[in-house]
C-alpha cells in the first residue's frame, strides 16, 4: 500500500463525475472514512455519492482541502462565537439554492465543520427579521389562517 500522505481515492457524484482527491482529503468526511473502512482503497474504483451532485462534490472537496490540516473545533464553544472571515466567507457567498444543497451534502457527508459554517449562514440570513421577513427571504407561503396567527402570537 502506498504511503497515506499521496494515497488518493476516486469519488463519483450523483451526475457521473468522477474527482481523484488525497486520503486525507475525502476522510475529512465520516461518511466516505467509514465507507473506504467497510470497502477497502486498495483499486480506483469509485466510491458512490448518490446524494451529491458534481458541482456540489466540487466545493465539498475544495473545503476539505482548505480545511484538511485544521485542529478539531472545541466541542464547548458555541458557533455563535466565532465570526465568519476569510475562505470560510467566501465559501459561503452562493445563491440560496446551492447554499442549501452544500448543507444536504455537508450532512449526508458527514463532516460537522461544514454543516456548521453552511447552517450558521442560514442563521445569520434570518437572525433578527419577522416571521414575515423570513418568509420573503426564503419564499414561503403563510399558510396560517388568520386565527392561527393570532393563536401564536
Sequence with gaps: MADEAVQK????????????????????SVTIKNMLEDLGVEDDTPVPLPMVSGPILEKVIKYCEHHKDDAPEPEDQPATDVEI?????????????????????????????MLDLTCKTVAKMIANKTPEEIRATFNIKNDFTPEEEEQVR
Design 9 to 28: 481515492v476516486n469519488l463519483k457524484s450523483s451526475d457521473d463525475r468522477e474527482f481523484i482527491v488525497d486520503l486525507s482529503v475525502a476522510q475529512m
Design 85 to 113: 472571515v476569510g475562505f470560510d466567507a467566501d465559501f459561503v457567498k452562493v445563491d440560496q439554492a446551492t447554499l442549501f444543497e452544500m448543507i444536504l451534502a455537508a450532512n449526508f457527508l458527514d463532516i460537522k465543520p
